[in-house]
């Protein structure tokens, strides 16, 4: 009740006095210090260097589980039925928790730094803040594939001189693709829902590599086992110096959006509001871009990847689980 | 004590008591889930996910494939283990202590960097064995098929299947081969005709073993199986709880329930062609001097083969991990990799707090956790062989129930039940959660030989007024001591690279190092994996090294084993 | 200090069905002195052994040491006493000779059981490893012995808590022949001088009647006779046991009449003079046994039962021939024991005698 209390204040104050609160205040500093600490259940990786400011800034440790999406839900949801709650802030795709925010488990939370975000990342009800696309893009191996091979649109990918070297997530099976799959379709990159449908074929027939997730993507191209793959652009900048550029394709580049919200019934509270802050800052989202490449949605802020500033970054809509499974199910009848 | 004693049915009771506290919880758990409607472990009755899964077309693909894939590796595993732990112990074939190492060596590689190792050796594109074959104009292998993942995973699981045989062997009398010899019969007759089958109790132990763990095996159908095609049903499960971000682990225990029915099968055909231990017994106390045979001509011959096949098997991705551990990123090794060598994986490794104390966790469990165990499973193992009631049976099945289900789902099941206690969120719900699952690596080795432990040692002992437990501690320890240090050697070394419990179940302060090596997985960072990989290889073999020295001391008295 | 075993049955059960190993076995082992379970494997004496010792507890009936109940399966009030407070002592047919231990902790072992003190220990193991002639090999790893020595220490380590009651199970079958045969003596003059409760199984019938002052003799897990050795060679009342025994040739016959002390029997190789029997009427028809050994042949020997016959094999035993002699019209075989001096070969004719009580009758 407190904590619900405290969020309305925080709101209230918000809205009254939207200026005063670029900074968080003095009073949330300092509970949050005498709560010495925040857990920090999150999907997102490499993050370390933004908790050891956090720490190095407020002097409160912020402790944090890897949640891989597959553990998620099941682990905040039992939680919260057996009232053993111990993540007190949450990152992870946006359905998910949106998923979390329906089962009554998120605690509103608008921060003050979610200024600097653009209004569509806001969530009307206050629970979650998107701060991020995790985009995808055709990444290549630029030692390997001379520049004049280097796709300039998605459709290039279906050239048979790709057959046996793309490498990608398992489209019946990985979440992301088959959104990014099927977002392709629904923003009308290819002008119709034929060229979709002969962008798929086409991709399918060249017998790409396939793996259970974008972790292991970068690895065959960087070594040459493939030559090109649907990768993330953030690799480029995690695995440096490995050989791997991005195909400035004339399509927007697309993504799942990425969120954070605090926990109803977090074991601490105010540190979790103090984090959520600092999660939002310039600050944090710079280190982010910086040493995770992260495509972040703060204004100004954007990866050290060449060419990425220019780039039109969408976010994908989400999608239901049903209907990831209908598409799973569709595009694994033509890909395997 | 076969009946009528009372202290043996109460004992059977306690050990069931405590077996099933352990490994009942989880899967029972599960079970619930896979009836219930929603996502949590309790809900409303429902078939519909039984009815969605086991409705679905590829499903007889699928599992047509699991069954080539657990049987195939089965057999590979425990036939290179037959065959080296005999060269190993009862010839006087060269090298023996590396070809004692090597089996166990390929154990504490964290499965999934071992599968990555050798998609990089034998990718069909540019795996480097493949290059060189092609050089030789000999083709090329695609590890990326059921047949390259039947051979991984065998490789893989080869260690257990070594371990099990080992302590029976180790216990063999060689008289019963010199007496097949004498009757004229070669030395290979008598190896099909006298040596296996006086090695079917673990035999048959470790091609269980195997075969259940490899039907809930993820990493190398997962690196192998997925570019290939070929799907398992631990794929298949995977496919059912990733393609959603609400993963539905009620449906993923549903197909997890069939491979605990299979798994029960398995146990009970193993204690039914086993009935007639007593046929097998060979420790029996007159002329107990296991010796060693000689190879002849072919000592030094067989000696460089079976090095060299050790090396190009388990050796070689060991040092695919090293090269990746001090290259920036992954590329075929040449001038371009030696000129970028790097510490940085390393420095980053050493230096990482989180990485300190997920070492320092790691230790922590692999040495509580297998002792733990092991004194469990070497009263539980005694019971299951000894005392041949219903109650010893029920006891048998509910040290594999954990282990049965695969891992991709076992840990939720763990989480769902520690989540309702204090114990979540500390090293102990890892603790348990560990010897829960990981039981049989114990047991099956220690039943296999308990089985050959002939009963009137035992029997002489109790008319020479020793209580059971003096027995137990003056008699049967020392003598199943190479019995007990396998199953301790398992188990440390399964501790020290476990997963499926572990990414569950780990919590700020209570990370182990298999956890950090799946973090760095996922980030497509190998070159810290390979860093992580060596050190547990490293902490492994210290460890096991450590076991030896112990038990040396302990059994300075006893009879000569290596 | 006896053992009283009454109306004890035991049936083993598996998956081929039920065996039973005991059919209700009574039987009173004499105080200090030495008692003999002889017959062929499978006939129970093993299983008996073990339930006496507790490492096998029957179905039913009740078994006493003296007046100590250590076993009743009879209703309500079920007893069971576990080996190790039996306080007995048993050689094992394998010798179950601890491998991991030396010969001094094997022998040390059942006083440490008992908590007996350090110095108590170390001078009963040596006089008991005296006893059994292996002073100096206390140090000696156990399975760097011979089979003989192994055998002795399993001896000292039953004795060495000096327990009323020693049971052994067939402990020689595993020793050489002539091991066996000292061991044989050693072991019988060692019993007579302990004057202990001694219960031994074997199938061997020359150690039963050497060892033992009374011979059990089993089959099928029933007890079919049992007297002192004496008794048993020469007045069995069972063909089984006869035949156990060994060395016998059975001829089957009708009583002729009586002639004085003895019986005139009609068999296949003639009239004989047997053992008197008045309490078989003629005409009725009895089994005449002979043991070969009331065989003599050549001039001398008694006068009556002469008969001719010709060998038809030979077996040099050192000490003696055995022989096969073809005797009579029906060709009837009779195996005969002639002196190893003799000159015989095989198809030469001889003539036979045998002694008119050694003609034995059962009906």
């Known amino acids: 009740m407190l904590r619900r209390l405290l969020a309305v204040g925080v709101l209230v104050a918000l809205l009254a006095a939207a200026p005063v609160w670029a900074q968080s205040s003095e009073g949330l500093v300092s509970r949050a210090q005498a709560e010495g600490q925040v857990e920090f259940y999150a999907n997102i990786t490499a993050i370390e260097p933004i908790l050891e400011a956090f720490k190095a800034k407020y002097g409160v440790d912020a402790l944090y589980t890897r949640m891989s999406t597959t553990n998620f839900a099941p682990t905040v949801l039992t939680e919260h039925q057996t009232g053993r709650v111990r993540g007190s802030v949450l990152q992870g795709p946006v359905p998910l928790l949106k998923i979390l925010k329906d089962a009554g488990v998120l605690e509103p939370y608008r921060s003050p730094a979610a200024a600097a975000y653009p209004e569509w990342s806001q969530d009307p009800d206050g629970y979650i803040q998107v701060f991020g696309i995790e985009y995808v893009a055709i990444i290549y191996n630029k030692n390997l594939v001379a520049p004049e091979d280097v796709p300039t649109s998605h459709m290039d990918l279906t050239d048979p001189k790709w057959r046996g070297r793309i490498v990608m997530p398992d489209p019946s099976g990985h979440a992301t693709t088959v959104q990014w799959l099927v977002g392709l379709k629904e923003h009308n990159v290819f002008g119709s829902e034929e060229a979709w449908w002969s962008f ?26 493939a030559l090109i793959g649907i990768s993330m652009p953030k690799y480029i900048v995690t695995l440096a110096p490995a050989p791997l550029d991005w195909a400035r394709v004339k399509e927007p580049m697309f993504g799942t959006t990425r969120g954070i919200a605090i926990a109803a019934g977090a074991p601490h509270p105010h540190a979790a509001a103090l984090f959520v802050d600092y999660w939002l800052s310039r600050e944090a989202q710079e ?50 | 004590m076969r009946s009528g004693n009372w202290r043996t049915s109460v004992s059977v009771g306690v050990l069931i008591l405590i077996v099933g506290g352990l490994t009942l919880g989880p899967a029972l758990m599960l079970l619930v889930g896979s009836f ?189 199986g997925l570019p290939g095609r070929v799907e398992v049903l631990t794929t298949f499960i995977y496919r059912l709880i990733s393609v959603g971000f609400v993963p539905d682990y009620g449906r993923a225990a549903a197909v997890g329930i069939s491979v605990l029915g299979v798994a029960i099968v398995l146990v009970y055909l193993y204690r039914y062609l086993t009935a007639r231990s007593e046929q097998f017994v060979t420790i029996s106390g007159k002329g107990y ?274 | ?108 072992y059942p006083l440490e059981a008992r908590r007996v003190p350090r110095e108590e220990i170390q001078r009963r193991v040596l006089r008991a490893l005296e006893f059994v002639q292996l002073k100096g090999f206390e140090r000696r790893p156990a399975t760097a012995l011979s089979g003989g020595q192994q055998q002795r220490v399993a001896l000292a380590r039953a004795l060495v808590s000096e ?36 219960l031994y199984v074997t199938h061997d019938r020359h150690e039963a009647l050497a060892l033992s002052d009374l011979v059990v003799v089993m089959e099928d897990g029933a007890i079919v006779e049992s007297g002192s050795p004496k008794d048993i060679y020469f007045r069995p009342k069972s063909r089984f046991v006869v035949e156990f025994l060994g060395g016998t040739n059975f001829l089957e016959g009708t009583v002729a009449g009586h002639e004085g002390a003895w019986t005139r029997v009609r068999t296949p190789v003639g009239e004989l003079k047997c053992e008197g029997r008045t309490d078989l009427a003629a005409g009725q028809a009895v089994t005449v046994y002979v043991r070969n050994d009331a065989i003599s042949a050549g001039a001398g020997g008694p006068q009556a039962n002469r008969l001719r016959g010709r060998v038809r094999s030979l077996l040099f035993l050192g000490e003696h021939y055995d022989a096969e002699v073809v005797v009579g019209p029906t060709e009837t075989i009779l195996t005969v024991r002639l002196s190893a001096g003799a000159d015989v070969h095989e198809g030469q004719e001889l003539e036979l005698a045998i002694e008119p009580a050694g003609c034995r009758l059962l009906e």
């Open chain 3, 1 to 108: 200090m006896d053992i009283r075993i009454r109306s004890v049955r035991k049936t083993f059960r598996s998956a081929d069905g039920e065996v039973a190993a005991l059919r209700d076995v009574n039987l009173t082992v004499p105080a200090n002195r030495v008692t003999t379970l002889l017959g062929p494997s499978g006939c129970g004496k093993t299983t008996l052994l073990r339930c006496i010792a507790g490492l096998e507890t029957p179905d039913s009936g009740e078994i006493a040491f003296g007046d100590r109940v250590v076993w009743s399966g009879n209703g309500a009030a079920r007893t069971f006493v576990p080996p190790d407070q039996r306080g007995i002592g048993m050689v094992f047919q394998t010798y179950a000779i601890w491998p991991h231990m030396t010969v001094f902790e094997n022998v040390a």
């Open chain 2, 289 to 562: 001097r296991p010796t060693v045979t000689s190879l002849g001509r072919w000592r030094w011959p067989l000696g460089f083969v079976v090095l060299l096949l050790g090396i190009v098997l388990i050796a070689l991705p060991v040092l695919v991990l090293a090269y990746t551990s001090f290259i920036p990123y992954i590329m075929v090794p040449g001038a371009e990799a030696f000129r970028q060598l790097t510490l940085r994986h390393w420095e980053h490794v050493l230096s990482d707090p989180l990485s300190l104390r997920a070492l320092r966790n790691s230790v922590l469990l692999a040495l509580g956790g297998a002792t733990a165990g092991i004194v469990l499973s070497t009263f539980a193992s005694y019971v299951i062989v000894r005392v041949r009631t219903r109650g010893s049976a029920v006891l048998e099945t509910l040290t594999f129930l954990s282990y049965s289900f695969p891992g991709l789902i076992i840990g939720v099941g763990f989480m769902w039940l520690f989540a309702r206690t204090d114990l979540y969120g500390t090293l102990w719900s890892l603790l348990i959660g560990y010897v829960a699952t990981y039981l049989p690596y114990a047991i099956r080795p220690l039943t296999s030989t308990f089985i050959q432990l002939s009963k009137d040692l035992e029997d002489a002992s109790a008319v020479s007024g020793a209580s059971w437990l003096r027995t137990f501690r003056r008699v049967v320890l020392p003598l199943t001591l190479p019995g007990i240090l396998s199953g301790w050697t398992l188990m440390v070394v399964m501790f020290v690279r476990e997963l499926d419990v572990s990414t569950v179940l780990a919590r700020p302060g209570t990370e182990v190092l298999s956890v950090q090596v799946f973090r760095a997985v996922s980030d497509a960072l190998w070159g810290r994996v390979a860093a992580l990989g060596i050190i547990m290889i490293a902490i492994s073999t210290t460890l096991v090294l450590l076991g030896n020295l112990v038990a040396a001391r302990f059994n300075r008295l006893g009879p000569a084993r290596r």
């Open chain 3, 163 to 198: 327990p009323k009651i020693i049971l052994f199970d067939e402990p020689l079958s595993n020793l050489d022949a002539k091991l066996r045969e000292e061991t044989r003596r050693d072991l019988r003059q060692l019993l007579t001088q302990l004057g202990l409760t001694a």
């Open chain 2, 36 to 224: 219930s409607q929603g996502l949590g472990a309790v809900g409303a009755f429902t078939l519909d996910k039984y009815a969605r899964v086991y409705g679905d077309p590829r499903l007889t693909q699928v599992l047509s494939n699991t069954a080539i894939f657990a049987l195939g590796s089965a057999i590979l595993a425990t036939g290179l283990a037959l065959t080296l732990a005999y060269l190993n112990f009862r010839t006087d074939i060269p090298f023996r202590s590396i070809l004692h190492m090597l089996p166990i060596v390929s154990m504490m590689i964290p499965h999934l960097a071992f599968a990555a190792s050798w998609a990089l050796l034998l990718n069909p594109n540019n795996g480097m064995l493949n290059l060189l074959l092609r050089q030789l104009g000999l083709g090329s292998i695609n590890v990326y098929s059921l047949p390259g993942m039947v051979f991984i995973e065998g490789l893989l699981d080869l260690p257990v299947a070594y371990l099990v045989i080992v302590a029976a062997m180790a216990s063999f009398d060689v008289s019963l081969e010199e007496a097949s010899w004498v009757s004229g019969r070669s030395r290979s007759a008598t190896w099909w005709r006298i040596v296996l089958p006086m090695l079917r109790p673990a035999i048959l132990a470790a091609i269980t073993l195997v075969m259940i763990r490899s039907l809930s095996a993820f990493a190398v159908p997962s690196v192998l």
């Open chain 1, 287 to 336: 280190i982010l871009a910086s040493e995770v490449g992260e495509y972040v949605l703060h204004e100004g802020v954007y990866p050290p990847i060449d060419g990425i500033d220019q780039a039109q970054v969408l976010p994908l809509r989400d999608m239901t689980d049903e209907e990831l499974e209908y598409w799973a199910q569709e595009l694994g009848r033509i890909f395997r």
């Open chain 1, 200 to 225: 798929v074929r086409g991709l399918a027939a060249n017998q790409p590599i396939f793996v259970a997730s974008f972790g292991p993507t970068p690895g065959p191209i960087a070594s040459g086992e």
